[in-house]
């Protein structure tokens, strides 16, 4: 891969974990012991996420909006990034050759917001 490649392919990557719904689609996938997750369960976990409810509860106009924005946007950027391989004939979505690397990219700013976050607040509760 030269430069530029490695480039466009690192700044896809980081357009792609800008949005809270697709670092919750890596992290699900990621975690998952399933190979194949179906969109369906993917939009209600989220949902359930977002609105703070059990994943029964997930249900309603919060669900078809997850659904619809996963199905319609997140889920074929996360494609074309290579983190997930979605078949939206079945409506399922399997892990892709880079979504180690994008929930490792996930854990690397999450640990490291984090470790700020901590150092940001001890600054404040010494004052």
């Not at 976990?45 to 199905?71: C, D, F, K, W």
């Amino acid at each position: 891969m030269n430069n530029r490649s490695e480039d466009d392919f690192q700044s896809q990557l980081y357009h792609v974990l800008r949005t809270p719904r697709r670092r919750r689609v890596i992290s699900i996938l990621y975690e998952s012991e399933l190979s194949v997750v179906l969109l369906r369960s993917l939009a209600q976990e989220i949902a359930a996420h977002e609105e703070q409810v059990q994943i029964s509860h997930a249900t309603g106009e919060p669900y078809r909006n997850v659904y619809n924005s996963l199905s319609q946007t997140h889920l074929p950027t996360l494609q074309d990034a290579g983190v997930i391989i979605y078949d939206p004939q079945r409506q399922t979505v399997s892990p892709g050759p880079n979504l180690s690397i994008a929930a490792l990219l996930l854990s690397i700013g999450n640990s490291t917001f984090s470790h700020f976050q901590s150092s940001i607040d001890s600054d404040h509760n010494d004052r």
